[in-house]
């Protein structure tokens, strides 16, 4: 069987989307939303009915946006993180979005061709903070391969 | 182990040979290495040899000029830096397990604006040492080479903690630069440090250096 990465993050934002001090993030997402649909093992992303991005979305409240997606292996998805345009949003982060608190990110393996829902994410991020990183749910820093 | 890698590195022939084949960004041959140092071949190639037992280089086997099948002859022996690091401290120190648990802590704390601003100031004592950008980053570890009008920097000093914390040390890392030089910039690319610096082009006016 093909194994698949899922990846949900979360972040409490500074303030609402008209939020003057969102502007740079909001002004900046289309493009790396774009780099990230054409990034070497890309596989999906979340959406809201817009079809453009998932900030309208607030499963974990009403301040905290959510990024949910999938890439063909752990590699692809680091690559992206780390080492494309990308990187300068994730340096900034601390303009647009407030310390959580606990854990933010979860990584897991699922069957390729399946699409992560919202409550499964949201279980695996319950799980990575209850047990730390797992096979189940894990961090970059402790990844486990895929079974 | 680390101490008998280093001490690979005493003889000073042996040495410059480490230092060609890090400096090249990617494999090289025996004959390359003999042609750029002016020694034999077989001085080349027991030097790469004893560098690579050392654990410092990596050998890999491809044909240089390209051709494949029957008549193309051997694959020559090609060599370059491991990724492996290499460190040897007396008395014991260890600063990356400090640099780590800074980061962490920083990281929940959210207090990022204050590790940049700590790393500007960092950068902004090396602008007194009025050092040419190229000498200054060659100290500082970054290995850097020409690419067009920037310096693109091959190695990244932080590498470790890089890899586990990499928006904190690869912010810190941009500040720090951006305190010590001018026409610095955040562009990664999949190896080497994420920073470009522009090069000042001899014989050409540079406005941003104008105004």
Redesign the interface.
């Known amino acids: 069987m093909t194994f698949h990465l899922a990846q949900l993050n979360i972040g409490r934002t500074v303030g609402p989307k008209d939020d003057p001090r969102m502007a740079g993030f909001y002004g900046d997402l289309d493009r790396i939303n774009a780099l990230a649909d054409g990034w070497p093992g890309f596989v999906w992303r979340l959406v809201d009915e817009t079809g453009a991005d998932a900030t309208s979305l607030r499963p974990f409240g009403g301040d905290v946006i959510v990024n949910l997606t999938v890439w063909e292996d752990l590699e692809s998805l680091r690559e992206f993180t780390f080492r494309s345009g990308h990187l300068d949003v994730l340096r900034r982060r601390r303009e647009w979005f407030v310390p959580l608190g606990d854990v933010y990110a979860v990584n897991w393996w699922i069957p390729a061709g399946h699409t992560p829902t919202v409550d499964e994410a949201g279980k695996r991020l319950d799980l990575l903070r209850r047990n730390g990183s797992s096979p189940e749910a894990f961090t970059f820093r402790d990844p486990f391969p895929a079974a | 182990m680390d101490a008998a890698a280093i001490a690979a590195l005493a003889e000073p022939q042996r040495r410059a040979v480490y230092e060609h084949v890090a400096a090249a960004g990617a494999p090289v041959s025996r004959n390359a290495v003999a042609d750029a140092l002016e020694i034999g071949r077989t001085l080349a190639a027991h030097h790469l040899d004893r560098l690579a037992e050392a654990g410092l280089l990596e050998v890999s086997f491809a044909r240089v000029n390209g051709r494949s099948g029957p008549g193309s002859g051997r694959p020559s022996k090609l060599y370059r830096r491991t990724a492996a690091e290499h460190g040897l401290s007396l008395p014991p120190r260890d600063y990356r397990t400090l640099a780590t648990v800074f980061a962490d802590a920083i990281?929940?704390?959210?207090v990022?604006?204050a590790l940049f601003e700590a790393a500007r100031r960092q950068g902004e004592r090396h602008r007194k040492d009025d050092l040419p950008p190229e000498e200054l980053l060659r100290r500082l570890g970054y290995e850097p080479y020409e690419d067009g009008d920037v310096w693109r920097l091959r190695n990244c000093p932080f590498d470790g903690v890089a890899r586990?914390h990499?928006?904190l040390v690869?912010?810190a890392n941009?500040a720090l630069l951006e305190g010590a030089l001018d026409g610095v910039r955040?562009d990664?690319?999949?190896v080497g440090c994420?920073v470009t610096v522009r090069r000042s082009v001899p014989g050409t006016i540079n406005n941003e250096d104008r105004f």
């Open positions: 990281e929940e704390a959210g990022e604006p586990t990499a928006a690869c912010g941009l955040i990664p690319r999949p994420c």
